[in-house]
């Protein structure tokens, strides 16, 4: 079984310019979630989806950030401008809701440093 | 707010050393805890718990849930280099809405086994 996908798996980049991250989850899985890990805050969530709609974005640091889910098998994340402070590896994750069950299982992560 | 509290930070023992590690919560509504260990890459998923007082266990590592006291413990025994990582502790309410596996995490404990 293929488990979540991203790309890219490293990204360096100037400020100021746009980065979008990618995600596929797992086939069949209903819930997709971004999270950041920095080492000051550790993992954090960023923002979710249900379904292909999302349920909750006050995660998202601001408006640099937006996420998009097209499609049950596709998520991006965009950051523009990217700042330095942006710099972190991030996490998709996904899940199939099902009471009890709905473990979240983690992609690769996207390492991200913007200088 | 939701929040989820890890201790120790840090851990240094020897192989052969038993560990525990240790998770406080507050949260509104719970409806499960999970652990994960993150090594280099993503968090993988070791544990969920939802009663209390009813331990997991797979191979060396086991858990169990006190949901009077809102806490929950990570048990390692007969360490080995291979049990060095972080582990992640994290707490799923139980939303009005839906269940929809928002999951709060804590900072983490990173765990170093000597040889």
């Known amino acids: 079984d293929a488990g979540v996908i991203q790309s890219p798996r490293h990204e360096v980049t100037e400020m100021g310019q746009e980065v979008t991250l990618r995600c596929k989850p797992i086939?069949?899985?209903?819930?997709l979630f971004w999270y950041r890990q920095t080492m000051m805050r550790g993992l954090e969530l960023l923002i979710y989806f249900n379904n292909n709609v999302p349920i909750d974005d006050s995660g998202m640091p601001e408006d640099r950030f937006s996420a998009k889910m097209p499609n049950a098998s596709f998520s991006t994340l965009k950051i523009q401008p990217s700042e330095p402070r942006d710099s972190a590896v991030y996490f998709c994750?996904?899940?199939?809701?099902?009471?009890?069950?709905?473990?979240?299982?983690f992609g690769p992560g996207t390492r991200l440093t913007v200088l | 707010e939701d929040k989820v509290v890890q201790s120790p930070l840090s851990l240094v023992v020897h192989e052969g050393d038993t560990v525990t590690l240790n998770c406080s919560y507050e949260v509104t509504n719970f409806r499960s805890l999970l652990w994960y260990k993150q090594e280099k890459k993503a968090p993988t998923f070791l544990f969920m718990l939802t009663s209390s007082g009813i331990e997991k266990k797979s191979g060396r590592l086991s858990s169990i849930l006190d949901k009077k006291e809102l806490f929950s413990i990570l048990n390692i025994t007969a360490t080995q280099t291979g049990d060095s990582a972080i582990y992640l502790c994290a707490v799923e309410p139980r939303t009005l809405l839906s269940t929809l596996g928002r999951l709060y995490f804590g900072r983490g404990t990173q765990l170093t086994v000597w040889p």
């Open positions: 994750a996904s899940s199939f809701e099902l009471a009890g069950t709905d473990t979240q299982y």
């Open positions: 086939s069949g899985h209903n819930s």
